[in-house]
């Protein structure tokens, strides 16, 4: 199942100016990998920004491409604490629409998050990233599929 998967990583804020030509280009990418590299299946780890928008274009593809299933990878139940309440209805707007939801752990603890991203990488063949800096969570996890050869598609 690892060949036919693809996770994502990216930042929490995406600026408003790049929004519509990063989807558009999400997009692109996300059909090119169904219908030319086989993939079927997509892990997000349910956090706002990269992570939601990834999950909306995978849902939008759906109809084109039944086959291809959504996978929440939650780092832990209470991921959503402190959220304002528009970001938590849009989290579990995109969780019941999830195929499968996987959680690591019932509450946060320091590391959950990194967990949560070596899983993702760990279980897919492809990760499909949204990078502007070489620091934070999103660098790490790009810089880890890349030690683990799993080959990274920067957007």
């Given at each position: 199942?690892?060949?036919?998967?693809?996770?994502?990583?990216?930042?929490?804020?995406?600026?408003?100016?790049?929004?519509?030509?990063?989807?558009?280009?999400?997009?692109?990418?996300?059909r090119s990998l169904i219908s030319e590299g086989g993939i079927q299946y997509f892990?997000?780890?349910?956090?706002?920004?990269?992570?939601?928008?990834?999950?909306?274009?995978?849902?939008?593809?759906?109809?084109?491409?039944?086959?291809v299933r959504l996978i929440l990878v939650?780092?832990?139940?209470?991921q959503c604490k402190g959220w304002q309440e528009n970001e938590v209805l849009r989290y579990e707007r995109l969780k019941?629409?999830?195929?499968?939801?996987?959680?690591?752990?019932?509450?946060?603890y320091n590391g959950c998050m990194q967990k949560r991203n070596r899983y993702l990488v760990d279980n897919s063949s492809v990760c499909v990233c949204y990078k502007r800096k070489d620091t934070g969570g999103t660098a790490y996890t790009v810089r880890y599929a890349e030690s683990v050869g799993v080959r990274v598609i920067a957007l």
């Open positions: 199942m690892r060949d036919k998967t693809c996770c994502f990583t990216g930042h929490r804020v995406i600026p408003k100016s790049e929004m519509s030509s990063l989807r558009k280009n999400l997009t692109s990418t996300l892990g997000y780890g349910g956090a706002l920004g990269f992570d939601m928008l990834c999950a909306e274009c995978v849902l939008e593809l759906k109809g084109e491409f039944p086959h939650a780092p832990c139940a209470d019941a629409q999830a195929d499968k939801v996987v959680c690591l752990a019932q509450k946060y």
